[in-house]
Nanobody, 116 residues
Framework: QVQLVESGGGLVQPGGSLRLSCAAS????????MGWYRQAPGKQRELVAM??????NYADSVKGRFIISRDSAKNSMYLQMNSLKPEDTAVYYC???????????WGQGTQVTVSS
């Protein structure tokens, strides 16, 4: 079983930046998509950003502020978050899905709090 471990969350002031990391416990093949999701209190989990088929996709609410990237050599994925807003406050989860639904791995989540 593969474990995904997120890190990099914390408390930041509005307008600040954070970089989230998601590391897999071992190399994973046949990846269909790699994504970051978030869930705020009382709200449903939502997709923030995704790498799929070599392309990146972003939720409208984070376009121009967040950047998703991956480092295959390190079995890792990242989310650079800039110009953070209080509404970005949530638990952020990373997710890797395999081709043909072979696997669906989730991290344990990391808290991001944007507040002055």
């Amino acid at each position: 079983q593969v474990q995904l471990v997120e890190s990099g969350g914390g408390l930041v002031q509005p307008g600040g930046s954070l970089r989230l990391s998601c590391a897999a416990s071992r190399s994973i093949s046949s990846i269909y998509s790699m994504g970051w999701y978030r869930q705020a209190p009382g709200k449903q989990r939502e997709l923030v950003a995704m790498i799929i088929g070599g392309s990146t996709n972003y939720a409208d609410s984070v376009k121009g502020r967040f950047i998703i990237s991956r480092d295959s050599a390190k079995n890792s994925m990242y989310l650079q978050m800039n110009s953070l807003k209080p509404e970005d406050t949530a638990v952020y989860y990373c997710n890797w899905k395999g081709l043909f639904a072979r696997y669906d791995y989730w991290g344990q989540g990391t808290q991001v709090t944007v507040s002055s």
